[in-house]
């Protein structure tokens, strides 16, 4: 019996080792060709490095990973759905190499330090497409943070379904966007999901009842259902959009909302198309304050707005480990969970030795983290003939945001509680979303 434990477990160490696959660079994005053999010092100091950090950050499905330096130490910061986790740690000189490797690789000059340099580079892992965005900047004490920001080009999240947007709000998209008139935005932060869910439902619309065009700038995120508007050189935005009005176009689709002046245009001429985009902001509330002071015009604001859609990312449990639980009756009541809800779900733990305390290996599908990939939680604002009526007379968003609650509207609560009582998210992922803004 002896034997045969020990005989195991050395056996399954090394074996795990070696197993290690590593990332393999396959050259920059800006199309550089990094000199390796002029750099021969660096890449024998930093590649390797440099791989093994790329690949424990790829094979523990971090979207992010920072790599900061202060005093003798650096510390790697994995951010897996958007949650930061402790990476390695590594002695100065190690990381040094590393962000001088990659900015190599990357085809940024490697040698350049105290400025802010971006780039990307082609990788695979396990047999997956990646691309990998660089950011480098100079930080205190003549140090460099270094950011990368990894992309799986074969996942899937695109369409409405893959997106978890409930068949209610395509239909709510449809019907907006069927009108052929009014400003539909898609609001919100920076990594609140807003582009990603912006494309989503730009595929959801139909295109056997709606012709749809773009003149957003061309993007890597195809949607094959909204055909590209040649722009006529020397025309004017304004121009642009009139020509695409009288091409009988239902649906524009154009770049994010940023300015007043484009503000005024779209929200103009929405009388006789329906336009979409992003719009950064906080919220809906935010959004429709910013519009109202772009173009100290409410009136015009109420008449044209007719959308806001704004997403929150939220972790899903891994349905692998996750625990079931019944909710205590009390619970449900003070959440506002439909009081009939027989099971709820929370995060999976390890299983531990109920006599020796020893706690097991981690669940080998979502490594123990209990959540595996995100979904959307889409609020929806429409402006309902009663919330016209508020933006008009200039109402404070928290007042907007009330008549939507009471009318019934869709919003993140609402929306959060279902993914809760569906088993799709926890209680504590939600709180820990809301908390996080
Ligand atoms: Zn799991």
């Given at each position: ?80 759905d958007g949650v ?229 990312l939220i972790r899903k449990l891994?349905?692998?480990?996750r ?22 779900y929370r995060k ?21 983290v209990g959540y595996?990939?995100r979904t959307?939680m ?38 959060g509680?279902?993914l809760v009582?569906?088993?799709i998210t926890s209680l504590e992922e939600l709180q820990r979303v809301f908390k996080a803004?």
């Amino acid at each position: 019996m002896i034997f045969g434990l020990f005989g195991g477990g050395k056996s399954d160490q090394p074996d795990d080792e070696e197993e290690m696959e590593l990332v393999a660079f396959q050259g920059a994005l800006n199309g550089k060709a990094a000199d390796l053999k002029a750099n021969a010092r660096l890449v024998e100091a930093g590649l390797v490095p440099a791989k093994e950090m790329v690949s424990e950050a790829l094979s523990r499905r971090a979207e992010m990973i920072r790599l900061e330096t202060k005093g003798d130490r650096a510390a790697a910061t994995l951010f897996i759905d958007g949650v930061a986790y402790a990476g390695q740690r590594y002695p100065r000189q190690q990381a040094t190499a590393i962000v001088q490797m990659i900015k190599l690789l990357a085809g940024l000059d490697h040698k350049l330090k105290g400025r802010h340099q971006e780039g990307g580079l082609k990788a695979e892992f396990t047999e997956l497409p990646y691309e990998i965005r660089v950011e480098v900047t100079p930080v205190a004490e003549g140090q460099e943070r270094l950011v990368l920001k990894f992309r799986n080009l074969k996942e899937k999240m695109s369409t409405p379904e893959e997106l978890g947007i409930p068949p209610e709000t395509k239909q709510k998209l449809r019907d907006v966007c069927g009108g052929k008139h009014g400003l539909v935005l898609v609001v919100g932060p920076p990594f609140s999901g807003v582009t990603t869910t912006y494309y989503g439902l730009l595929r959801g619309i139909d295109v056997y009842l709606h012709a749809a065009f773009t003149i957003a700038a061309p993007s890597d995120r195809d949607v094959y259902n909204i055909s590209r508007f040649e722009v006529n050189e020397g025309d004017s935005f304004e121009q642009t959009c009139r020509r695409m009005i009288r091409s009988e176009a239902d649906i524009i689709s154009v770049d994010p909302l940023r300015d007043g002046e484009t503000a005024k245009t779209l929200l103009e001429l929405a009388e006789n198309v329906c336009f979409i985009c992003e719009m950064p902001a906080k919220d809906s509330g935010a959004a429709i304050e910013q519009l109202v002071k772009w173009t100290s015009d409410p009136q015009l604001v109420s008449t044209s707005l007719d959308a806001i859609f704004s997403p929150k990312l939220i972790r899903k449990l891994c349905t692998e480990c996750r625990e079931a639980f019944r909710p205590n009756p009390k619970l449900l009541t003070k959440m506002g969970l439909p009081d009939d809800l027989k099971v709820m779900y929370r995060k999976g733990e390890p299983p531990t030795d109920p006599k020796t305390g020893e706690v097991g290996e981690p669940c080998a599908r979502c490594d123990g983290v209990g959540y595996l990939g995100r979904t959307v939680m889409l609020e929806v604002l429409e402006i309902t003939p009663d919330i016209r009526e508020l933006i008009a007379k200039g109402a404070p968003p928290d007042q907007i945001k009330a008549k939507a609650r009471a009318e019934g509207q869709t919003t993140f609560q609402k929306e959060g509680l279902r993914l809760v009582a569906e088993g799709i998210t926890s209680l504590e992922e939600l709180q820990r979303v809301f908390k996080a803004g």
